[in-house]
């Protein structure tokens, strides 16, 4: 089988594409393609807790961390003790990250509204109804296990 014909090397192929646009888009405007999106994942009225970005980006903890630091130090976040649970941390947005979260909401909605010219409905619906089924057996069925193949 030709890497041009896997699942995973044209998911991957697509994705480093699209991070490709956003980072281009993002250096203008002089954050990254991942600190936009944290500021998209970041709740504008009660902060966010530290703890649950993560699971949200798809990015360890200790990546986080640091993109947390980065961000904080660009003036876009500030992180304070969590008023009912001082051992919890929130993440807030300054003025200056909200600006730029909207400069990233804008460049994914964008996106989206394009791909969605290009591509007829129901061959969107089909797109995302496939990923959700790709992404339900990555999660719930654990495939390599099967396989035989050890690690």
């Given at each position: 089988?030709?890497?041009?014909?896997t699942i995973d090397y044209n998911i991957k192929v697509a994705w480093l594409n699209i991070n490709r646009m956003y980072n281009t888009v993002a250096y203008r405007h002089g954050i990254s393609t991942a600190i936009g999106f944290v500021l998209l994942n970041i709740d504008d009225r009660t902060g966010s807790p530290a703890t649950k970005l993560p699971s949200?980006?798809?990015l360890e903890p200790n990546s986080l961390s640091r993109l947390l630091k980065s961000m904080e130090e660009?003036?876009?976040?500030?992180?304070?003790?969590d008023q009912n649970d001082k051992r919890m941390v929130r993440v807030w947005l300054t003025d200056l990250g909200k600006e730029k979260r909207?400069?990233?909401r804008l460049t994914?909605?964008?996106?989206?509204?394009?791909?969605?010219e290009h591509f007829s409905p129901e061959k969107m619906e089909t797109f995302f109804e496939v990923l959700r089924e790709i992404n339900y057996l990555l999660e719930n069925?654990?495939?390599?296990?099967?396989?035989?193949i050890r690690s």
């Open positions: 089988m030709k890497p041009v014909e949200l980006l798809g660009k003036g876009l976040i500030r992180r304070e003790a909207e400069i990233s994914v909605r964008k996106f989206n509204e394009q791909m969605m069925k654990h495939l390599l296990e099967t396989t035989g």
